[in-house]
């Protein structure tokens, strides 16, 4: 849309940006447009943060630990604290049990469980599902841990007899990422399940993940609702911002117990307050950000919001069936597949393709309105 040259940043600025803005305003038209047929992606586009603009001409830094106010002294952290409350609850975890912040986005959150789960088991082997996401592999690199791809199950769940088979023959601590929403297929693994078959393999020392990325509210509000969280047995859980909720900006809120924090944490040296995150300088937007669509939503108003996509995901299927598009969808959640359409439309609509077929994630801005326009194209 714009040459390299148009875009080239000149050696002196002429302190005059009425262009730039202008061209900017032309980026954000395209943008604008291109979102309406947004429908193969797992992020929410439906949101205005505009009211939020003052916070665009300060800079807000939450280096350091999000219960601890840095000797830089601007930040967001009792917003931070709020949303990561918010989210505590919601994952069935004690208040004084659980130590969460809001991460740069899902991989980073992926990063700190798996580095609170490594320092609790130095000699653990990572497991995850074949369709786990790609952090997860390149995470064990990063941190130097065995990892295991584990089979998947007819419907891209992580399947517990090879999982059985995998821990058994290790007798090592187990380190297992259970995906609550593939990316792919929208598969939810069983934690109670996994638990179960790594104390049948004779593992006992077993610490469970939970990357519910953008399953996790989806397995929460749901009908039937799945387990996902800590009562369910996970040791750690993270939910994305940018997903359901919706953001401008990436980011994950990731909870772990505060014994495991505890392992990573060095005390005062983060600008004069504990370090234990990942990030130094960290984002005091996103915690702004994802407060204020809390705020708008409450409890009832977010569940609200994960129905209204699951109903929209039935009616995507039967459309996509009376299109001739044989449609198939994970039991309760909001991906569906569906036979191939041409490359034009593929594009078209941003849709991705797994196993050959086309992918519709059904997010807030998706309504059925969306869906019968792409039907229309379709046929
Ligand atoms: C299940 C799952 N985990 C982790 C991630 C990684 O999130 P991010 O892209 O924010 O790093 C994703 C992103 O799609 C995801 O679907």
Redesign the pocket.
């Known amino acids: 849309m714009f040459t390299p040259e148009e875009l080239r940043i000149p050696l002196r600025g002429d302190g005059d940006q009425r262009s730039d803005v202008e061209l900017l305003h032309r980026f954000a038209t395209s943008v604008e447009e291109q979102s309406r047929r947004m429908a193969g992606?797992?992020v929410n586009l439906e949101f205005d943060y505009r009211p939020l603009a003052p916070f665009l001409s300060v800079h807000l830094n939450n280096a350091g630990s999000p219960g601890q106010a840095s000797e830089y002294g601007l930040d967001s952290k009792p917003f931070e604290q709020a949303v990561t409350a918010f989210f505590a609850e919601l994952a069935g975890g004690e208040p004084d049990e659980v130590f969460g912040h809001v991460a740069?986005?899902?991989?980073?959150?992926?990063l700190f469980a798996a580095f609170v789960a490594r320092e609790r088991y130095p000699d653990g082997v990572l497991f995850a599902s074949r369709e786990?996401?790609?952090?997860?592999p390149k995470i064990a690199r990063l941190l130097r841990v065995p990892y295991v791809a584990v089979d998947v199950d007819a419907t891209g769940a992580m399947d517990l007899s090879a999982l059985g088979r995998e821990v058994g023959s290790r007798k090592a601590p187990a380190i297992v990422v259970a995906?609550?929403?593939?990316?792919g297929r929208g598969a939810v693994d069983d934690i109670p399940g996994i638990r179960r078959t790594c104390s049948d393999a004779g593992v006992d020392e077993v610490y469970v993940h939970s990357?519910?990325?953008?399953?996790g509210p989806l397995a929460e509000f749901g009908q039937p609702r799945r387990p996902w969280s800590f009562p369910d047995g996970a040791d750690s859980v993270?939910v994305?911002g940018?997903?359901i909720i919706g953001s401008p900006l990436?980011?994950?809120v990731v909870l772990v117990r505060e014994v495991d924090a505890d392992t990573i944490r060095r005390p005062g040296v983060a600008v004069g307050s504990d370090d234990d995150t990942i990030g130094g300088s960290r984002d005091a937007l996103s915690p702004l950000l994802l407060w204020y669509a809390l705020r708008g939503l409450g409890r009832t108003g977010f569940a609200a919001r994960v129905r209204q996509c699951l109903e929209v995901t039935e009616h995507a299927v039967r459309r996509l069936a009376e299109a001739g598009r044989n449609p198939a969808r994970f039991p309760g959640g909001n991906v569906v597949l569906f036979d191939r359409p041409d490359e034009q439309v593929m594009r078209a609509w941003h849709l991705l393709e797994v196993d050959g077929r086309a992918h519709l994630s059904v997010m807030p801005h998706v309504t059925t309105e969306l869906v019968d326009r792409l039907c229309a194209d379709l046929t």
Not at 132 to 136: D, K
Request: aromatic share 10%; hydrophobic share 25%; no cysteine.
């Open positions: 992606f797992p740069h986005g899902g991989t980073e959150a992926n786990a996401h790609y952090s997860m995906t609550v929403g593939s990316t990357d519910a990325a953008f399953g993270s994305s940018h997903k990436p980011s994950s």
